[in-house]
């Protein structure tokens, strides 16, 4: 103890005389590598410290201690420049634009490009390439374990499904939770990126705080995934081959199921011979064994390719590309059809840039529901299907189950009447960024966005198929005869926004730097939509073409719906300035007001901002005695940010439904009014520290914050006596999201040839209902939940289930008081319990590479949370014993003294309780990549400039134990997430091999 | 080449600050109305009250779905005459076996659907009386005598589930009644439980004005379907009303008007009165109908091949010593092969889409005999023989206590499948004993083969929501 005292008196006394040690005054220019235009504001750094920065002429003169050797020059866009220090001290550097090493230090925010360096928002960029080769069709998933506070579910494993993304917990209860997303500019939905290529993107910022998301206003409000496609770059064109194929296996089903001796067993001595059967049905059932997964589940496979080139001058630089993608679902007849194409253009004039990013896809989706209790849903029906029942007949037909009609052949379904919808879509925006001649920085920019998307969806069933079949059997004899259903969706969305910038360098040695914006934002949503089903499918054709008219006598009428369902507009005006002192001490600024046609035009308009301020302490003198950290920055936010997110396009109006009587059309109330319906507002605090250790060998950042919801969006439960459709939309109670997030990563070792990193993130979300409309302590919120102050939003409300009697078998209950035990099942027990919303949420990204050679693999663990398993409900309920039944069920009561958790069989099983409740924690392999780059030599002669080959396994291994497919349960699921409801299909567990060469 | 593109900036931005302004936020719904503003608006707003009734949780009762269907297939699923098949995937077990709680969905459905009928119907009187004056006078008080009758009707449906009893000057808790509609305050309008004579006072009264409107616009036209409620049906209301109530005189009284104007039919006329066919242009017997619309399908849960209910042994041989209209194939049918090897017997009034009828002579014909016997009118034999000859079935001579039983026999012949039973037995001996339970033919269970009058669930729970919100309701006994 006493020599590191000592050790550390020493050199803080060489340090102090360091500091007044001899300087030398470096001038010199930097300019622009492909124009020789000045770069102005421009940092120079020497030895990792800040001494200055360039003129509005390019120009710089700085002091640095006589002892440096270099200085380096950073500017955001471009790539560090290092340079010796020759004797006449004078530097003069051209810059190049970044390359990709350097894109981690910039954050994009889609309206600017800041350095990290100058980021006082919460912000995380994440390069794409190490993310976008893994085997999803739908980017969203990708997100997955890379940021902290970042939750995403997938919910499914069916191709070109879309994940749930939740940023710092959720923040609205009848609003919208789902971020916003930024493809260059343009907003796109969630639901698009199946058509979209992840490959082409470059890289995405998660923009977290209300600092950082104020420029996107109330569209932010969730949080803001910024993504920024790839742009060419001057020079000989580069083309790029990328190619991957690879196959997805069935995970394990950790719900069991019972096999035929089993079932056969417990159906004759457990529950009753509930079919009826003879001892002679039986033993001719004990004869047939069917794994019902067999037949309904495959291996599919995923293959994709994609042809990149990009290039250009020093004038204009072009980035194009095409793809296909190619995935089946583990699940038969389920896959995802891709095409896309991209051009991004960017021209630059003397005084002029301007520029297009156009991209169009189209894909093909064969589908199965999901998420649905449904008897005719295939991924429930192979779960309900009887081992005991062979799935083919023996002339080959689908085997017509003694369960139908409230169970259909799921090969059927699948083979034969599966829908497929084809998706259309199309974004671009162009832009133009003029340098104003009046005053010298000042630019003006437009950028004018579309985003067009179609669906067009087709169901069929078929004439003759059990599912035509069923209609017959239930009562629909027009529905019997097959039909054919078609839906059509279009939606377009344009952004319009104008902005002028200014900057400029103030101050003797140009130390203050201001940023100043101000914008004009249009954004309009427009929609239309039709759908019909047509019934009596009788001719040979499987489209339109095999209806029969319908008349008043065959009673095939078509059923038609559709209209305009989006219209929508909002107009913002806002600025935004940034400042700072020595790129040392940051202040920015924002302002907003926003006017969304969601609310009415007393309450459509509101302002809000935000302040943000950050300090690199590590470059202050008294700091110069931390050897061991080189970067530290403090930052802090404080902002406010209004929501009209998801809440309809006229939530305020009363709007009145239509209808049919009697052939008649009707109007009724299907909405109550709310003229006072307004913004909803969210506050949020950003405390954050960066810091980097042992010369950036491990860097890291912990932030903490502290969101408040105000004037929440609630659709209360009204009154059942005061009707109206019993709907209405209210802003009451609020809600706190608060919490912690750490990135730590490691560059354990950093030589030449091998290379170890360790990245890890991790961060924690404590949700909290703060008030409740009209003071209440409870509010009713969805099926099984309830809102309660003081607890976290999806609070399960359930009746705490206390085992099975051993004296009669009957499933005993904790009343209310938390103690007495009830066989009586009574909603007055009912509790709040725990939340859906996991807390706890976690990444690991470990990387090898040695040399060529790369191994990667990456980690996430989500905890904390419940969900309620209603497909296990369905295969413990107590009258499904007919049906394909839980393993646990071996286990009911039968004999008084009988210790057990499964209750009598002849028991009425309660569903609003917590036998059905389960935790929701997980860890999951999400990704192991094996590569190897050819080295430089070889691909030289090869006549290429690069090549790449990998292996990778997606979703290696998940540890759970949720009794399920997936532990991942999403809104695709049921409800908000809380519930996996049915029909689930599982996540895709893929090993796939790919090429990727450039020449 | 600056000056061009500075005219193009110009351009582009005058273009978006256009875009910008406040009037292109002004949007309007173009799939929905926000306002009823003409005459045509309150007819369909009418339209709008009745459209309330296809509702699954009313009249519509599709198959397995566990609807609450409280009016049409519920009574009797609920009721005797019915045991749970193989069939069912269970989803009305908790009601057949009247073991549900505050919570139960079904229940909420059940107490839901009436007031948002009377939602619309406080509604269309908000703008009604503008128009009751000038060109439509005649046609709005048409409207505001039918919808007078469907409040009272509503209000009704709901007693016969959650009033605590059915006497006429009850001070038992009735349900609460509901005359306004205000969106602005639906959230904080917190009715308290009227008594069970208020109830029935305010129900009278109702469709006292609903006559007194009619008489002064006319009475309902261009109503050959009988989906519109015309005056003959507010007495076929009033009749059923005080039926329960027990005003025998009232019952006799009303439903003779409502015979004279609408008289039984024949044999034939019944059993032609359930097919589709009839449905536009339904037999005189018929007083109000919902119609199917191509889509309502009351009987879901006790008719076509995999009915989750059918029709008990016992109820079955009833029906087939009856004979007559009853063992038409349209009404009842026989021997229909089901899962596990059971022969059942199923009501096919109801069998796929079919208009239901909500009242009809046979109805009133029955009431009036029952009020008769009970007053000892001794023409109450012949309402019965009257209707007996109507159905095909052999006359008798029965009295007293006899004819009663008969009565009530026939009662629940002539009305299976169309909603009464649970009722019936709720209003009388309060005890359901079902014969087919938990052997391999029924889906019940052995220990809830019989339900006693004490149990709690022949008082349906106030919903669980309901109460939470509404403190000023109080909670019926037992739950």
Not at chain 1, 898 to 916: G, K, L, M, Y
Not at chain 2, 220 to 237: F, K, L, P, W
Request: aromatic fraction near 10%; charge should be neutral; charged fraction near 15%.
């Amino acid at each position: 103890m006493k020599k590191r005292l000592l050790f550390l008196f020493v050199l803080s006394v060489f340090l102090a005389g360091y500091g007044y040690a001899q300087t030398k005054t470096v001038t010199g220019k930097v300019t622009d590598a492909k124009d020789a235009s000045p770069l102005s504001g421009a940092t120079i750094l020497s030895n990792g410290k800040t001494f200055g920065i360039t003129g509005t002429d390019g120009s710089f003169s700085v002091k640095i201690p006589a002892t440096a050797t270099s200085i380096t020059i950073s500017m955001l866009g471009y790539a560090d420049e290092t340079a010796r220090i020759p004797a006449d001290n004078i530097v003069n550097i051209k810059l190049v634009t970044a390359e990709t090493k350097s894109l981690e230090e910039v954050v994009v925010t889609g309206y600017a490009t800041k350095q990290k360096r100058a980021n006082v928002g919460s912000a995380s960029t994440i390069n794409a390439s190490t993310i976008s080769a893994q085997p999803i069709a739908s980017f969203d998933q990708l997100l997955q374990g890379q940021a902290p506070g970042v939750n995403v579910k997938a919910g499914s494993g069916q191709p070109g499904r879309s994940a749930d993304v939740v940023i710092r917990g959720k923040g609205s209860i009848n609003g919208s939770n789902a971020p916003l997303y930024i493809v260059d500019g343009v907003e796109v939905r969630a639901n698009d990126f199946s058509t979209m290529n992840s490959a082409d993107f470059e890289n995405f910022t998660i923009l977290r705080d209300a600092a950082s998301t104020a420029i996107y206003g109330s569209r932010g409000a969730n949080g803001v995934i910024v993504i920024t496609t790839k742009k060419g770059r001057s020079g000989k064109v580069k083309f790029s081959y990328d190619g991957q194929y690879g196959q997805s296996l069935l995970p394990e089903n950790q719900l069991k199921l019972m096999n035929t001796q089993e079932k056969l067993d417990f159906e004759i001595n457990i529950a009753g011979n509930p079919w009826g059967f003879t001892p002679a049905e039986v033993a001719e059932y004990r004869k047939t064994n069917v794994n019902w997964d067999d037949y309904v589940f495959q291996k599919g496979n995923t293959s994709s390719h994609q042809l990149s080139a990009s290039g250009g001058n020093e004038k204009t630089t072009f980035y194009t590309s095409v793809s296909m993608f190619n995935q089946e679902g583990v699940v038969i007849n389920t896959n995802l059809k891709r095409v896309t194409g991209r051009l991004n253009l960017t021209h630059t004039e003397s005084n002029v840039k301007f520029g297009v990013n156009l991209s169009g896809g189209t894909s093909s989706f064969q589908g199965t529901s999901e998420g649905d209790q449904s008897i005719s849903s295939p991924l429930n029906t192979v779960i309900w299907a009887l081992p005991y029942e062979a799935p083919y007949q023996a002339d080959g037909s689908y085997t017509n189950s003694i369960q139908f009609p409230f169970w259909l052949n799921p090969i059927e379904q699948l083979k034969e009447n599966a829908g497929t919808s084809w998706q259309l879509k199309a974004t671009g925006n162009v832009f133009m960024e003029l340098k104003l001649p009046w005053i010298d920085n000042l630019t003006y920019r437009i950028n004018a966005g579309g985003d067009y998307s179609q669906i067009e969806g087709f169901g069929i069933s078929n004439f003759g198929t059990q599912s035509a079949l069923q209609n017959g059997a239930l009562g629909n004899p027009v529905s019997a005869e097959g039909a054919v259903a078609r839906s059509f969706d279009r939606r377009f969305r344009y952004t319009i926004t104008n902005s002028l910038n200014y900057k400029t360098n103030l101050g003797q040695s140009n130390d203050h730097s201001l940023s100043v914006s101000v914008f004009n934002e249009f954004v309009n949503v427009k929609g239309r939509s039709f759908n019909y089903t047509g019934y009596g499918l009788l001719l040979p054709f499987r489209n339109e073409a095999g209806l029969v008219a319908g008349t008043a006598a065959n009673g095939y009428i078509p059923v038609v719906g559709g209209g305009f369902p989006d219209n929508s507009a909002l107009s913002s005006y806002f600025a935004t300035a940034d400042y700072s002192y020595k790129n040392r001490y940051f202040l920015s600024l924002t302002g907003r007001t926003d006017g969304s046609s969601r609310l009415s035009a007393s309450n459509r308009w509101t302002t809000y901002g935000s302040v943000a301020a950050g300090w690199i302490i590590s470059d202050e003198s008294f700091f110069e005695s931390m050897k061991t950290i080189n970067f530290l920055k403090l930052k802090a936010s404080y902002g406010t940010v209004g929501n009209q997110n998801g809440i309809g396009d006229f939530p305020y109006l009363q709007q009145y439904g239509r209808g049919t009587y009697n052939g008649g059309g009707t109007l009724q109330v299907n909405r109550l009014a709310n003229n006072d319906l307004t913004w909803e507002t969210r506050r949020t605090v950003n405390i954050g520290l960066d810091f980097e250790l042992f010369k950036s060998r491990i860097r890291g950042s912990v932030e903490v914050y502290n969101g408040l919801t105000k004037g929440l969006y609630i659709a209360p439960f009204v009154p059942s006596t005061s009707g109206g459709g019993g709907t209405v939309l209210v802003n009451s109670g609020s809600m706190e999201n608060k919490g912690i997030e750490a990135t730590l990563g490691f560059k354990i070792v950093d030589t030449r040839d091998f290379r170890w990193n360790l990245d890890l993130n991790y961060s924690y979300n404590k949700n909290t209902i703060t008030d409740l409309p009209d003071n209440q302590n409870l509010q009713l919120y969805g099926s099984g939940l309830a809102l309660q102050k003081g607890k976290p939003f999806n609070s399960f409300y359930l009746v705490q289930y206390a085992g099975v009697n051993p004296a009669n078998g009957n499933s005993q209950y904790i009343k209310a008081d938390g103690k007495t035990i009830t066989e009586i099942y009574d909603a007055n027990d009912l509790v709040i319990l725990g939340t859906s919303d996991a807390p706890h949420n976690a990444g690991l990204t470990n990387t090898f590479s040695y040399k060529g050679i790369e191994l990667s693999a990456q980690l996430m663990a989500s905890a904390g949370n419940y969900i309620y398993n209603n497909a296990r409900f369905n295969v413990e309920f107590y009258q499904y014993t007919t049906s394909g039944f839980a393993k646990s069920g071996l286990t009911a009561w039968t004999t008084p003294g009988q210790v057990t958790n499964f209750p009598r069989i002849d028991e009425a099983t309660q569903s609003t309780t917590t036998r059905f409740l389960e935790k929701g924690d997980f860890w999951r392999l999400r990704n192991v990549t094996l590569a190897y780059s050819l080295p430089k030599s070889v691909a030289g002669k090869l006549g290429i400039q690069g090549a790449r080959f990998y292996v990778q396994g997606q979703n290696l291994f998940t540890k759970f134990t949720l009794q399920g497919w997936d532990p991942e349960i999403s809104s695709i699921n049921g409800g908000d997430g809380e519930t996996l409801g049915g029909s689930q299909y599982p996540a895709l567990k893929t090993i796939s091999v790919g090429l990727n060469v450039t020449f | 080449m600056k000056n061009k593109i500075f005219i193009i900036a110009l351009f582009l931005s005058s273009i978006v600050l256009m875009n910008g302004c406040s009037k292109e936020l002004n949007t309007k719904p173009e799939a929905q109305l926000t306002e009823l503003t003409s005459f045509g608006d309150i007819q369909n707003a009418l339209r709008g009250c009745y459209d309330g009734f296809q509702s699954a949780n009313y009249y519509n009762n599709t198959s397995n779905s566990g609807s609450p269907s409280g009016w049409s297939g519920l009574p009797d699923l609920m009721g005797d005459d019915y045991v749970e098949a193989l069939e069912s995937l269970g989803n009305w077990n908790a009601m057949s076996e009247m073991i549900y709680a505050a919570d139960n969905g079904i229940v909420q459905g059940i107490f839901a659907q009436p007031y948002e009928i009377i939602s619309r119907v406080n509604n269309v009187l908000k703008f009604l009386p503008r128009f009751e004056t000038g060109a439509n006078a005649a046609q709005a008080k048409q409207i505001r005598a039918q919808v007078l009758a469907i409040r009272a009707h509503a209000h009704f449906d709901l007693m016969r589930y959650f009033a605590v009893d059915f006497g006429r000057n009850s001070t038992s808790l009735g349900v609460p009644y509901v005359t306004d509609f205000d969106a602005a305050t639906a959230l904080t309008t917190f009715p308290t439980r009227k008594t069970v004579k208020e109830d029935y006072d305010l129900i009278l009264t109702d469709l006292a004005n609903s006559l007194i409107a009619f008489r002064a616009g006319g009475n309902t036209t261009d109503n050959t379907a009988r989906t519109y409620i015309d005056s003959t049906v507010v007495y076929a209301i009033r009749a059923r009303v005080n039926y329960y109530a027990g005003q025998y005189s009232d019952v006799i009284a009303d439903a003779t008007v409502a015979l004279n104007n609408r008289s039984l039919t024949n044999s034939a006329g019944y059993s032609a009165m359930f097919t589709a066919a009839t449905e536009a242009s339904p037999v005189t017997e018929v007083y109000w109908a919902i119609p199917s619309d191509n889509a309502l399908r009351p009987g879901g849960a006790t008719s076509g091949t995999s009915a989750s209910y059918r029709i008990t042994a016992a109820t079955s041989a009833v029906i087939q010593s009856m004979g007559g209209a009853y063992v038409n194939t349209n009404v009842t049918r026989f021997n229909q092969a089901g899962v596990g090897g059971v022969a059942k017997t199923l009501c096919w009034k109801y069998n796929g889409i079919r208009s239901f009828k909500v009242y009809r002579a046979g109805e009133m014909m029955l009431m009036r005999a029952e009020a008769k016997q009970r007053t000892g009118d001794i023409t109450a034999l012949t309402d019965l023989n009257n209707l007996r000859t109507n159905r095909g079935v052999s006359i008798g001579v029965e009295t007293g206590t006899a004819l009663l039983n008969a009565i009530l026999q026939m009662r629940r012949v002539e009305l299976l499948g169309e909603g009464h039973r649970w009722f019936d037995i709720r209003r009388s001996t309060k005890i359901i004993a079902r014969a087919e339970c938990s052997s391999s033919g029924g889906a019940s269970r052995a220990d809830k083969c019989t339900i006693t009058a004490s149990e709690r669930g022949w008082i349906m729970p106030i919903p669980f929501n309901d109460l939470k919100v509404n403190t000023n309701l109080t909670q019926n006994p037992g739950y």
